[in-house]
């Protein structure tokens, strides 16, 4: 569950290409409320399972946010192909196309332009660009400019040596950003939302004695079965969308374009999967869950109540007590004849 919440920030870089915020104020929000709601509330005993299901069925809800994304840069040899019409992806160690051909370009750094023609290239060199200016690229080999558009002439006019500037180019992608930053945000909270009721299910099922083992299990359990195979999970989800890798010495490393449409289904899937899980557990944990208070644990508390008893008549402090208190009844007894 807790690698929805990570999945969520990684979406946020990949598709709406900006760094991701701290998720502390939302995560506080969703824990200090449930909180207060079990508290104010009074919600005990078979209720605290109702909670955590309707609260994890509101955060399957939000999910669906992940499939709002920013459209998947035009690339140009990888997603479009170049407008000379090579298309370098059958070469994705060095994008070749034959108006950089003899310009020994390398894909072992990002560095995006975009194009007059409204296109991305991987790099200044991607699109036959000479040094930068102020800022700008000019005549750059690879960069086709449409010159004519009258529709009743023939096909429109390109033409090449064109501009280019540096960064992708700007799509207009703000309410996607502010939909998915909000969606996400509620997402957040009731994940967090659900790990009060979990430890208090938790120290409520079992004996006094035993609760700081308990959630020491729990913890466990956690981090063994959801930190460990989550990030491996939702990072084979990421590999599988990517559209182009990084090559350095011809060993595969980051992933430099991902296709954000594919990419959004995925990781909505594998979420919605991870939660219905919790469902499905939590769900019987609703039927199995004790309607009054088992014998046993009022039997091991009461033996620890013993067991203390012991501790103290055996201990020297009691000794010195009962040494003491003998003394002095004798004392009074001497007094009074």
Known sequence: MWD?????????????????SSAIPTAGAGVITSGLLIYFFKIRGRKLPLM?????????LTVFGFLIHCPTPEL?????????????ASDTTSLAASCTASCNCTS????PVCGADNIVYFTPCHAG??????????SCLCVAEQLSTNLTSPPPLLITNSSASEGLCNE???????????????????????QIPNITITIRCVAEDQRTLALGLQSSIIRLIGFVPGP???????????????????????CWVYDNATLSVRAVVLAILAMMCYIVFIILCWLFYPKSQPSSLTTTNERGEGDKKREWESSFAY??????????????VVQKF
């Open 319 to 332: 000794t010195l007590y009962s040494k003491c208190q003998n003394t002095l009844e004798e004392r009074l």
């Open 52 to 60: 955590g299901l309707v609260t994890c069925s509101l955060a399957v």
């Open 232 to 254: 491996i999970l939702f990072g084979v989800v990421f590999d599988s969308a990517c559209l182009f890798w990084q090559r350095d010495c011809g060993r595969r490393g980051n």
């Open 4 to 20: 929805v919440c990570h999945s969520s920030h990684m979406l946020l870089q990949v598709m709406h290409y900006i760094s991701s």
């Open 172 to 194: 207009d992608c703000t309410w996607q950003l502010q939909l998915y930053l909000v969606i996400s945000a509620f997402t957040l909270f009731f994940v967090f939302m659900l």
């Open 108 to 111: 072992s750094v990002f560095d």
């Open 129 to 138: 660009c000479p040094p930068a200016n102020n800022g700008s690229f000019e």
């Open 76 to 88: 140009a040899g990888v997603i479009v192909p170049y407008p000379d019409g090579s298309d370098g």
